[in-house]
C-alpha cells in the first residue's frame, strides 16, 4: 500500500537528487527531483532545465522487484 505524507515545500525539502511527487502552485501533479545546489525542483527536457514553483512533495514509493 503506498500511503505517504504531503510535505509543505517551504517547511520541508528532498534529499538532494531525490524524485518526487509534486503540486506546483497551478494545482499540477508532477514527478520531479530536488536539486539542493539551486534550491527548487526540475524536470529535464532533452537537456533543458524547466523551473517549477512547488508547494508540496512526498516520496515516491519503492520500485517493484523484477
Known amino acids: 500500500?503506498?500511503?505517504k505524507k504531503w510535505y509543505d515545500f517551504n517547511k520541508k525539502?528532498?534529499?538532494e537528487g531525490q524524485y518526487c511527487l509534486t503540486i506546483d502552485s497551478e494545482g499540477k501533479?508532477?514527478?520531479y527531483y530536488w536539486e539542493a545546489e539551486w534550491e527548487n525542483c526540475f524536470?529535464?527536457?532533452g537537456g533543458n532545465l524547466k523551473v517549477y514553483?512547488?508547494?508540496h512533495?512526498?516520496?515516491l514509493p519503492k520500485p517493484?522487484?523484477?
Open 57 to 59: 512533495w512526498m516520496p
Open 29 to 31: 501533479m508532477n514527478v
Open 13 to 15: 525539502k528532498p534529499k
Open 1 to 3: 500500500m503506498f500511503i
Open 53 to 55: 514553483n512547488i508547494i
Open 43 to 45: 524536470q529535464k527536457y
Open 64 to 66: 517493484p522487484k523484477m
